[in-house]
């Protein structure tokens, strides 16, 4: 039988393997934090550098300088924090309210030994670990109660890296509630965003770009559901957690962080919705615009102040008259408004015939006596062929 003073013993040995152990991985933690501070070719955080050598961007070394809130961190939210995480954002603002629990395994993100923590705190432990260059802030409230909400909307607007707003805010919450507070919350501040969201079936989803004035905002357009005044609450499935395919999951956030990079670092065409339904792999794409009779106040405002921008083609440039570029106009060449009269054209040149006119009945020439004109001019089915065979 072992003894105290024995088992005291190991209990010492085994501290001791321990202490070595953090001694020797401390060091490498401090190397990688070392590394990741550079944007170079051998920072393994700045891979996507590739897209400057591929002459997609000019800039990627800006992502940087971003910061971008993500609201709600489950199945979408979580994926799409890894991704910017590494991609180097510059700044990742985390919002979430709910604990991590066993159901949530099925994300691509979480871990079993993660199960009680806040989903915002095993997120910043997880992202951490992938890129400690990355400034990460969590919130751990319910931004749609009335004491948080302006805790939620003084850090949107004052949070950036250069202490201003956020550059985008990316919705991947899973409730309207929380929809029309991130709407309410840009459209008073003009702040773009993206919402996004997985249906309950978990093989369809959708992001949609809204900047406020430009397009539709959340309220524009308000789904069933809140325009019937129904409580969403009344409608949750007891046992069914909705939106668990970590596929579909993972598609949605790809395309919501691929138009991410693409609104910050100016490339491509950012989309204003797109969606996917997996059962037949379906793409659709569409531009909403705003609704004049919105019933958020700040949307109209904001669609007052767009409309009152002026336009890149409402710009008109004075232009020297320097008179015609090719004055002697050696080959006769001359443009003709096609939009005149048939009437109104040039004479057709010697040696010429046109191949056929089109008939025309003058304004003057009442109805009925056009309709005998046409009348008269009628042949037979018999004439006509005969005249067929005779080409």
């Known amino acids: 039988m072992t003894s105290v003073d024995e088992l005291r013993q190991k209990i010492a040995e085994l501290e001791a393997k321990l202490a070595n152990v953090s001694k020797k991985n401390a060091p490498r933690r401090e190397k990688i934090v070392t590394i990741s501070s550079d944007v170079l070719d051998s920072n393994p955080y700045s891979r996507l550098m590739a897209l400057k050598r591929m002459g997609i961007v000019n800039n990627y070394e800006q992502i940087r300088e971003f910061t971008v809130a993500v609201v709600g961190v489950g199945g979408v939210g979580s ?16 919002f979430d309210y709910d604990k991590v629990e066993l159901a949530n395994m099925n994300r691509l993100f979480f871990q079993p030994h993660q199960s009680g923590l806040s989903k915002v705190q095993a997120a910043a432990e997880t992202l951490i670990n992938i890129n400690p260059d990355v400034d990460i802030h969590t919130y751990n409230y319910n931004i749609t109660t009335v004491e948080n909400f302006d805790n939620f909307v003084k850090t949107l607007t004052t949070s950036s890296l250069t202490n201003g707003p956020v550059d985008l805010v990316l919705s991947c919450v899973d409730n309207f509630e929380a929809r029309f507070t991130i709407n309410t919350a840009c459209n008073e501040f003009n702040l773009n965003w993206f919402e996004s969201g997985v249906s309950e079936n978990a093989v369809s989803g959708h992001i949609q770009f809204l900047a406020p004035g430009e397009t539709a905002c959340f309220a524009c357009a308000p789904p069933l559901i809140v325009a019937s005044n129904i409580d969403e609450k009344t409608l949750k499935r007891d046992g069914v957690c909705a939106a668990s395919l970590p596929t ?3 598609i949605i956030a790809g395309f919501l962080v691929q138009n991410t990079l693409k609104y910050l670092l100016q490339f491509g065409q950012v989309t204003n919705y797109l969606g996917y339904n997996a059962l037949n792999d379906f793409f659709p794409t569409m531009s909403l615009r ?10 109209r405002l904001r669609q007052a102040e767009f409309l009152a921008k ?12 320097v008179g015609p570029i090719h004055e002697s106009n050696e080959y006769g060449i001359s443009l003709i408004d096609e939009s005149k009269d048939e009437k109104e054209n040039i004479a057709v040149a010697e040696g010429l015939a046109l191949a056929y006119t089109v008939p025309g009945v003058p304004d003057t020439i009442p109805l009925e006596q056009a309709q005998e004109a046409t009348n008269s001019d009628d042949v037979s089915l018999e004439e006509l062929m005969k005249q067929m065979k005779a080409i």
Do not use: F, W
Request: aromatic fraction near 0%; proline fraction near 10%.
């Open 79 to 94: 994926v799409t924090a890894e991704m910017l995480t590494r991609c180097g954002i510059g700044r990742l603002l985390l």
């Open 290 to 299: 705003p609704n004049p009779n919105c019933e958020d106040s700040n949307c």
């Open 310 to 321: 002026p336009r890149p083609e409402q710009a008109q440039e004075a232009v020297e008259d």
């Open 248 to 250: 579909t999951m993972g």
